[in-house]
């Protein structure tokens, strides 16, 4: 492993903004972020694979009013949006390391008011279709610790991942879904917050549109 990504893990081990295993916030959390973590108790806003972590302290930076929680399974990338909310003095936003298939290890029902999704590896291949992070047995999980009335946002380079969403959504019990296949010629510019991350910068530069499906479980 590279001498910088063995710095990265270092820092987080140090970081009161990074919760992974081998913290004792790692087993106690569940149900208690606003208590444990938080400064103040506010509604909570989960990324999921948040990578650098750009929606997460981007959100935290314009809304103080709320907390927000990345989560993502590699340490590197949660190092970065761990460095730049300690370097803008934000206490309302923490990373959570940890695989999504674990999430219920962390939430309870009822802990989370909003769920953003950024730019998941759409995972094309028919055989990885249950690894699509909105393939039903994650929406399962989202619905055990989202609040009834959040939305899950989901934002993706992919027309292929967002036809399966829109797919999904047929069958899967929803309200109030809304979509565009392209958001910057959308009346949608307002939901995204005018973040953007690594990924759709990268996107966008190739010419892409960004696909934006917003929708409650
Ligand atoms: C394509 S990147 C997007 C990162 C960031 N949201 C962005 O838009 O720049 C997908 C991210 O999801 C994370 N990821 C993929 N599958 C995961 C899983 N099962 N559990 C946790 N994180 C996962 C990856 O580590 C990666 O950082």
């Known amino acids: 492993m590279g001498k910088n990504k063995l710095k990265r893990f270092a820092a987080n081990e140090q970081s009161f903004n990074v919760i992974q295993e081998g913290k004792e916030l790692y087993k106690t959390i569940k149900g208690q972020w606003n208590k444990l973590q938080f400064a103040d108790n506010q509604p909570i806003t989960v990324e999921i ?22 989560t993502d399974i590699k340490g590197a990338r949660i190092f970065k949006g761990s460095t730049e909310a300690k370097e803008l003095n934000l206490t309302n936003v923490a990373f959570l390391r940890c695989r999504i298939e ?14 953003w999704i950024t730019f998941p590896d759409p995972q094309l291949k028919e055989s990885r279709e249950k690894q699509r992070l909105t393939h039903p047995r994650f929406l399962d999980l989202y619905k055990q610790f989202l609040k009834k009335d959040g939305f899950i946002h989901l934002k993706t380079d992919s027309r292929e991942l967002t036809d399966f969403t829109l797919e999904i959504l047929k069958e899967y019990p929803h309200r109030e879904l809304a979509y565009t296949f392209d958001l910057y010629s959308s009346d949608f ?3 995204h917050q005018g973040i953007q991350t690594k990924y759709e910068r990268i996107f966008l530069a190739e010419g892409k549109k960004i696909n934006y499906i917003k929708f409650k479980i």
């Open 102 to 115: 674990y999430i219920l290890e962390f939430f309870q029902k009822d802990e989370v008011d909003e769920i």
């Open 49 to 70: 694979g948040c990578g650098n972590g750009e929606y997460s302290v981007g959100l935290a930076k314009q809304f103080s009013n709320k907390n927000f929680i990345g």
């Open 189 to 191: 510019l307002n939901d």
